[in-house]
T-cell receptor, first 112, second 114 residues
Framework: GENVEQHPSTLSVQEGDSAVIKCTYS??????FPWYKQELGKRPQLIID?????GEKKDQRIAVTLNKTAKHFSLHITETQPEDSAVYFC???????????FGSGTRLQVQP | AAGVIQSPRHLIKEKRETATLKCYPI?????VYWYQQGPGQDPQFLIS???????DKGSIPDRFSAQQFSDYHSELNMSSLELGDSALYFC?????????????FGEGSRLTVL
């Protein structure tokens, strides 16, 4: 099955700096790559996603890039704010209503 | 807007007991997914249903079973509970007609096995 690896496991940045989280996936058939933000004890919430026919997508301070050849995708957060502090999960899924396979998560801490 | 509803939100059980979790997907969503998330872990996929039929199976133990009913709600039944089953259980649903798109998660059901 699909295997998604994510790093770093923890990331501490100063407020206003950028943060980058990277993921790799194993199954070349995967075509959907979302990023979820999860606060302690809360549900995962989608922050941005990208499909395999697109190389980059941006939404205000958040951007995602996808390299299908290398099978990796990255999350970029610019101008980080303390409220960005949370655990971020990347995920991948194949076509046909398949479940998401999650990465192991990155705990982002934005220091004021 | 309506969200995914899960019940109960918290559940405490003894070892070897049984537990049932319920999930009500967003209206018009036809696919339901169950995930298990241990402390500090990523969500692990258990099982999913599309149009009331099991569509995908993950790391669901044989002690667990699930089904989706005619009104699209789903139930996860867990028997012979073990300490290691203590976790946050999320249900998520996906919109009708969307084969690859956002999963909307419920608030989760926290199961504690003593």
């Amino acid at each position: 099955g699909e295997n998604v690896e994510q790093h770093p496991s923890t990331l501490s940045v100063q407020e206003g700096d950028s943060a980058v989280i990277k993921c790799t996936y194993s199954d070349s058939a995967s075509n959907y790559f979302p990023w979820y933000k999860q606060e302690l004890g809360k549900r995962p919430q989608l922050i941005i996603d990208i499909r395999s026919n697109v190389g980059e997508k941006k939404d205000q301070r958040i951007a995602v890039t996808l390299n299908k050849t290398a099978k990796h995708f990255s999350l970029h957060i610019t101008e980080t704010q303390p409220e960005d502090s949370a655990v971020y999960f990347c995920a991948a899924s194949k076509p046909g209503r398949r479940a998401l396979t999650f990465g192991s998560g990155t705990r982002l801490q934005v220091q004021p | 807007a309506a969200g995914v509803i899960q019940s109960p939100r918290h559940l405490i059980k003894e070892k070897r007991e049984t537990a049932t979790l319920k999930c009500y997907p967003i209206p018009r969503h036809d696919t339901v997914y169950w995930y298990q998330q241990g402390p500090g872990q990523d969500p692990q996929f258990l099982i999913s249903f599309y149009e009331k039929m099991q569509s995908d199976k993950g790391s669901i133990p044989d002690r667990f079973s699930a089904q989706q009913f005619s009104d699209y709600h789903s139930e996860l039944n867990m028997s012979s509970l073990e300490l290691g089953d203590s976790a946050l259980y999320f249900c998520a649903s996906r919109d009708r007609g969307v084969s690859a798109g956002e999963l909307f998660f419920g608030e989760g059901s926290r199961l504690t096995v003593l």
